[in-house]
């Protein structure tokens, strides 16, 4: 197949299709990956091009394996790490070139998505906000900010929506 129909079609995989609170919802790994893109601009307007290439693309790869669960990657590290490889060579596959990021890149990509899947939750399942897995990522997300040195500029995030 041509990689550039490839990665087109690879865009619509769906999200939250393994969360039994979300699975209803629509989201696409597109939709999801232009979120997280916009929440980088918002957070560091000096991002680079290469932090926001790999925020447009972190889940292209998705469309071999599926959104697996944060928890199970999570409590089996040895799938999530067969499911990273599977998913890089997607992406290769579909002739999009890794991004080089630094560890702090990384870091900022990392709450972002955290961030994303945490907003939409609060967007179409607001009952789950005080679950303990949706506190403890939200506590890992104040954490990275805070070392990021943006811990305020989440916090206004995360203080807004949960006022909304």
């Known amino acids: 197949m041509n990689k550039a129909l490839r990665a ?40 680079t091009y290469d932090l926001l290439f790999g925020a447009l693309i972190h889940d292209q790869g998705e469309t071999v394996v599926g959104d697996i669960s944060f928890t199970a990657k999570k409590e089996n590290p040895e799938i999530a790490d067969i499911a990273n490889d599977l998913e890089w060579d997607e992406r290769r596959n579909q002739g999009l070139p890794i991004a080089e ?3 702090d890149e990384m870091l900022l990509l990392k709450l972002c998505d955290w961030l994303d899947a945490w907003l939409w939750m609060m967007r179409h399942a607001r009952h789950l906000y005080a679950r303990k897995d949706w506190q403890e990522q939200l506590d890992q997300c104040r954490k990275t900010a805070s070392a990021l040195g943006i811990g305020e500029e989440v916090e206004a995030l995360i203080t807004a929506e949960v006022a909304r």
């Open 8 to 47: 087109w079609r690879a865009s619509f995989t769906r999200r939250w299709h393994t969360n039994p609170d979300l699975c209803d919802t629509i989201d696409y790994v597109s939709g999801h990956q232009a979120r997280v893109a916009l929440l980088i601009i918002s957070l560091a307007p000096d991002a």
């Open 101 to 103: 990021l630094t560890k």
